[in-house]
């Protein structure tokens, strides 16, 4: 696996949209994602990631807030993507090469970010059920950082009544992927060293 295949692992989860519901107002869906990522302040989950051609890997995510996240894939994906509250680094152990960002840069933002204003950067994306509630943000003074459109799910006794099903994470390249979640949970102890990522590039010595 290369960067290319990878590259952007982050692009948005849309669900066919029926008609807007009207059972909750716009305002009021909006305050309950924003309660919920206010709330959450560790989560870890296993993931399945789509690209754009169907090809599916999968993995387990750890996310800490703020600034915290490792997706740490299958076996035979030699590859790690973390954030460690600076930047987010995408490692290929494969090729031995690393990649680094600043993580306000990616569409992983507004998910690492709790403190970020959805109410201004985000719009509601219509649903066919009130069981779902679907925010697609992004930056539009900030186009080339992406977008990234957020699924929750109610469920009782998650943080805000809500758990993240997944997101599809779109770069300015249109680079497309779909991540979905499964066995979530809120807020239990995660050490900042789950965020630690060894580096494969080979050491050059001074002569």
Do not use: C
Not at 24 to 52: I, L, P, W, Y
Not at 125 to 131: L, M
């Amino acid at each position: 696996m290369t960067f290319r295949n990878y590259a952007l692992m982050l692009a948005p989860v849309a669900l066919i949209a029926a008609a807007p519901s009207t059972a909750q107002s716009q305002a009021e869906r909006m305050a309950r994602v924003t309660t919920h990522m206010k709330t959450v302040g560790t989560m870890t989950a296993n993931f399945t990631q789509t690209d754009r051609n169907g090809g599916a890997v999968t993995g387990k995510l750890l996310l800490k807030r703020p600034g915290h996240v490792r997706f740490e894939y299958q076996k035979d994906v030699p590859l790690l993507i973390v954030a460690d509250g600076r930047a987010l680094t995408m490692v290929d152990y494969e090729v031995k090469q690393v990649q680094r960002w600043p993580i306000r840069n990616s569409p992983l933002a507004a998910l690492l970010d709790p403190g970020k204003d959805l109410a201004r950067f985000g719009k509601l994306v219509p649903t066919s059920t009130d069981d779902v509630i679907s925010v697609e943000v992004r930056d539009p003074k900030r186009p080339e950082y992406g977008t990234i459109t957020m699924i929750f799910v109610n469920k009782p006794g998650a943080p805000g009544g809500l758990t993240l099903n997944g997101w599809v994470a779109l770069d300015s390249k249109n680079n497309r992927t779909s991540i979905r979640l499964s066995n979530v949970s809120y807020n239990g102890a995660i050490a900042d060293g789950a965020f630690s990522w060894k580096d494969p590039r080979p050491v050059r010595r001074k002569s």
